[in-house]
Nanobody
Framework: QVQLVESGGGLVQPGGSLRLSCAASGSIFSINAMGWFRQAPGKERELVAS???????NYADSVKGRFTISRDNPKNTVYLQMNNLKPEDTAVYYC??????????WGQGTQVTVSS
C-alpha cells in the first residue's frame, strides 16, 4: 500500500498563501482520483479538492476560486496551492485516494493555522 506524507503547513495570516505537498512512497498513477481532505477541531474530515489522472478537478464550494490542486505522477506527488486563506481554513490537511474512508490508511497530515 502506498504511504503518503503531507508537508507544507504552517501558521499564516488571513489572506496569505501556502502550498501543501503530498509525497507518495510508490506510484500514484494507479490511483485515478487523488484528493486533499481537511479536519478541523470537533468536525468530521471533509474532501476539499480532488484531481483525476486526466486532470479533471473538483473543489468544495468553500475553497473554490482560492485553492488549486495539481499532481505530478512521475514524482508521485500531489500539491494543494491555497491562496487568500481564511481562519475557517484552519485544519489538519491530508491527502489520499479520493474514495478513502476512515477505515483506510492515512498519513499524519499537516497542520494549517490561519490567524492574525
Amino acid at each position: 500500500q502506498v504511504q503518503l506524507v503531507e508537508s507544507g503547513g504552517g501558521l499564516v495570516q488571513p489572506g496569505g498563501s501556502l502550498r501543501l505537498s503530498c509525497a507518495a512512497s510508490g506510484s500514484i498513477f494507479s490511483i485515478n482520483a487523488m484528493g486533499w481532505f481537511r479536519q478541523a477541531p470537533g468536525k468530521e474530515r471533509e474532501l476539499v479538492a480532488s484531481i483525476t489522472n486526466s486532470g479533471w478537478r473538483n473543489y468544495a464550494d468553500s475553497v473554490k476560486g482560492r485553492f488549486t490542486i495539481s499532481r505530478d505522477n512521475p514524482k508521485n506527488t500531489v500539491y494543494l496551492q491555497m491562496n487568500n486563506l481564511k481562519p475557517e481554513d484552519t485544519a489538519v490537511y491530508y491527502c489520499n485516494d479520493r474514495r478513502a474512508t476512515a477505515y483506510d490508511q492515512w498519513g499524519q497530515g499537516t497542520q494549517v493555522t490561519v490567524s492574525s
